[in-house]
């Protein structure tokens, strides 16, 4: 069993920051990639920023520059720090991770239940 949950959504003006927290916790052996997802009412699920267990990024273009990933391995934890923030970042946020699990160390992906960030203009 694996959980993810994430934290730190909310309500914040245009140009405003948010930084959004996941922890993953269960029988977790390893995080070969933890990152961040993001969807809005009648569109799918896109990509926001990853970063694999040696520190590869990914971003969406559309968040390059703005956002931030950062990952704490002991902590088992995955950040998104959110600058500049702008209307079309409304969404619920994500957390996405391939974790590999107690006993049988095979890799799955799991999904936090999301949380909203909403950015007003």
């Known amino acids: 069993q694996v959980n993810l949950v994430e934290s730190g959504g909310g309500l914040v003006q245009t140009g405003g920051s948010l930084r959004l927290t996941c922890v993953a916790s269960g029988s977790v052996f390893r995080l070969p990639t933890m990152g961040w997802y993001r969807q809005v009412p009648g569109k799918q699920r896109e990509l926001v920023a990853t970063?694999?267990?040696?520190?590869?990024?990914n971003y969406a273009d559309s968040v390059r520059g703005r956002f931030t990933i950062s990952r704490n391995y002991i902590e088992k934890t995955v950040h998104l720090q959110m600058d500049s923030l702008k209307p079309e970042d409304t969404a619920v946020y994500y957390c996405?991770?391939?974790?590999?699990?107690?006993?049988?160390?095979?890799?799955?992906?799991?999904w936090g239940q999301g949380t909203q960030v909403t950015v007003s203009s």
């Open positions: 996405n991770a391939d974790v590999t699990t107690y006993p049988d160390y095979s890799t799955h992906p799991y």
């Open positions: 970063m694999t267990n040696n520190d590869i990024t």
